[in-house]
């Protein structure tokens, strides 16, 4: 028996069954039976034996396995050592509403913090956020560490593991948070088409399109509303910053083209915002948004629509002609301009000195001063200079924008023109003495002139006579005496007629 007949045996074994009560087992059953459960017995010993066979062999090889899954599980323990600090790491998520925005508006950026098994971050780390373009503050309700520039911030999440921070335009350092808002909210003025200002300006393929000039119109109404409006500190600030500074008095077209300005905004995990703990950056992440500039065109438009104020400047400069003078009319013009640009915003002033210009050289008078054309140059050159000198040196003072103009350039120039006007009136009067003078030393100098040319006719003569004396003195010849006497009496005769010229002068 083996195991090859283990199956013919169990199934002779089967064909015994199924006997009812009173049947007889004959021999040949039971012999049947003996062999069946004999043959069953060898084949179990006989698989016995070739499973301990199995389990040596397995054993063999199970042995090294063991020694190598302990070795394992040490280089297990030595990985999970090393790669703790890694396991500590964060992944930053960060994300904002659009990517696409206004000058004006507040981007705020969300920065979620969570572990690598994908659990919030409940410890409360600070996350640093640097920009490259913009200025930076914390969101409502969250704490933070600005940096000195503005373009870099630490700001402590929150238990959810949040942190905000809002990305503004880069020329509103000046402006107060409640500024910021104001001017976010006047970006969402709502134009007769239905949408919001900023819409209009993110839709419009150019500046100049028919959309853009109706919200152009519309922030300009917000701009001159008040002295103290959110926009106009805004737009004003914009003015004199030296990136973006505009000059329009010699900016001759106009701008069909947006600008816009990209930023980077970088997020870096930390566990504190102690400087003393040197703890690295436990996770990264970066997000990019972009600004359209509005502003630019919209102050290139501004500026350029001065001609409604030239007829009424025209009519004030007029009336305050042939009141005293040069000097007297040159100040009356310098304080008429200072008082109307007294309520004016920066750019409001620009566009009123353009105005000014335009009106001086329109300004006719049916009866001019002789000195109207030299003052209405005065007054032109000084108006030039003090829109070149409101210049971001000048007009920031401190954190608040200057917003009364001094017009020092006007001042000055019409003190330095006033007094050449009466220092050439006063030449006028030395001229004339001078030129009496003049004429009187002109008849000494012909007079002198007449003396001179007669001193020199004589001198001639004078000459002459020496000569012929000279000549007749080499003549003599001392041993001869009629010759001696007789060229004694020749010079003789020219000494006289010399002395006749002498008494001639």
């Not at 106009?254 to 600008?259: A, K, V």
């Not at 040197?278 to 948004?289: F, H, L, M, R, V």
């Not at 001179?452 to 010849?477: F, M, P, W």
Request: charged fraction near 20%; hydrophobic fraction near 40%; aromatic fraction near 6%.
């Amino acid at each position: 028996m083996s195991l090859d007949s283990l199956q013919g045996d169990v199934a002779s074994l089967a064909d015994l069954g199924d006997k009812q009560a009173g049947h007889l087992i004959k021999h040949n059953d039971w012999n049947t039976l003996v062999q069946g459960v004999a043959g069953i017995g060898d084949a179990l010993l006989e698989y016995i034996a070739e499973t301990d066979n199995r389990v040596e062999t397995l054993e063999g090889q199970v042995t090294p396995l063991i020694g190598r899954v302990d070795s394992l599980v040490e280089e297990l323990a030595d990985i999970r050592t090393e790669i703790a600090p890694l396991l500590d790491q964060y992944v930053i998520t960060m994300s904002t509403v659009k990517v696409n925005y206004a000058l004006g508006e507040l981007c705020e950026i969300t920065a979620e913090v969570r572990d690598l098994s994908g659990e919030i971050v409940t410890t409360r780390p600070w996350v640093d956020f640097i920009t490259t373009w913009g200025q930076m503050r914390e969101a409502p309700g969250f704490s933070s560490e600005p940096g000195a520039s503005g373009s870099s911030i630490s700001v402590r999440t929150n238990t959810s593991g949040i942190a905000r921070v809002l990305v503004k335009s880069a020329h509103t350092e000046h402006l107060t948070e409640i500024q910021e808002l104001q001017v976010d909210t006047a970006m969402k003025t709502t134009l007769s088409t239905g949408e919001f200002f900023y819409q209009t300006i993110l839709d419009a393929s150019t500046p100049v399109s028919e959309p853009v000039v109706e919200a152009f119109n519309a922030m300009s109404v917000q701009y001159q509303q008040v002295q103290s409006s959110p926009v106009q500190a805004f737009i004003d600030s914009y003015q004199q910053f030296p990136q973006f500074q505009v000059l329009p008095q010699w900016n001759t077209g106009i701008l069909t083209s947006w600008t816009k300005y990209r930023a980077i905004v970088v997020a870096f995990a930390k566990d504190d915002s102690d400087p003393r703990t040197p703890d690295a950056a436990k996770g990264t992440s970066s997000i990019q948004i972009t600004f359209r500039d509005w502003v630019r065109p919209w102050i290139d438009r501004f500026v350029k629509d001065y001609e409604i104020f030239v007829p009424d400047i025209m009519g004030t400069l007029a009336g305050q002609l042939g009141s005293g003078g040069f000097a007297a009319d040159l100040e009356l013009w310098h304080q008429g301009i200072a008082s109307n640009i007294g309520n004016m915003g920066i750019v409001a002033r620009q566009r009123y000195y353009n105005g000014v210009g335009s009106a001086v050289d329109k300004l006719t008078v049916p009866t001019p001063p002789a000195y109207l054309a030299e003052l209405k140059q005065t007054i032109k050159n000084a108006v030039t200079l003090q829109q070149i000198q409101e210049s971001p040196s000048v007009a920031l003072e401190g954190t608040e924008l200057s917003k009364t103009p001094g017009l020092a350039a006007v001042a000055g120039v019409s003190r330095q023109a006033a007094a050449a006007k009466d220092a050439a009136d006063n030449t006028v009067g030395l001229f004339s003495n001078i030129e009496v003078t003049n004429r009187e030393l002109t008849d000494k100098i012909n007079f002198m002139g007449e003396e001179l040319r007669t001193a020199q006719q004589v001198s001639t003569e004078i000459n002459t006579e020496l000569s012929a004396i000279g000549q007749n003195v080499l003549k003599i010849n001392t041993l001869d005496q009629n010759s001696v006497q007789g060229q004694i009496n020749l010079i003789s005769a020219q000494i006289g007629q010399i002395g006749e010229v002498i008494k001639r002068v």
